[in-house]
């Protein structure tokens, strides 16, 4: 299972980016997928999810400036960042689940870096 992030870059405070991701040499679909974010020095902290069935979650500090969507068909997701911050600085990473496999596959990060 590989998965591979595209997307990121440099932004303006206020202005807009877009993740993207998709599985590659996985024929069946991920249960969850969706984006965690780090930061030097600190943990990795999931950013947002989406489920096959399309059910999504943010984290707080995202919710309402982010949102994820996805093609569960083809094992793509996207994430929109609006209204960036500063603090949205970060390296993001692509994950993925798969139902009954208790571990998380991950993308190689791509770097947003948002200026004020």
């Known amino acids: 299972v590989q998965l591979q992030a595209s997307g990121g870059g440099l932004g303006q405070t206020g202005g807009s980016l877009r993740l993207s991701c998709t599985v590659s040499k996985y024929i069946v679909t991920m249960y969850k997928m969706g984006w965690y974010r780090q930061t030097p020095g600190n943990e990795r902290e999931l950013v947002a999810s989406i489920t096959s069935a399309g059910a999504t979650a943010y984290a707080e500090s995202v919710k309402d400036r982010f949102t994820i969507s996805r093609d569960g068909w083809n094992n793509a997701v996207d994430l929109h960042l609006d209204s960036l911050k500063p603090e949205d600085t970060a390296v993001y990473y692509c994950?993925?689940?798969?139902?009954?496999?208790?571990?998380?596959?991950w993308g190689k990060g791509t770097l947003v870096t948002v200026s004020s």
């Open positions: 994950y993925g689940e798969i139902a009954g496999i208790n571990r998380l596959y």
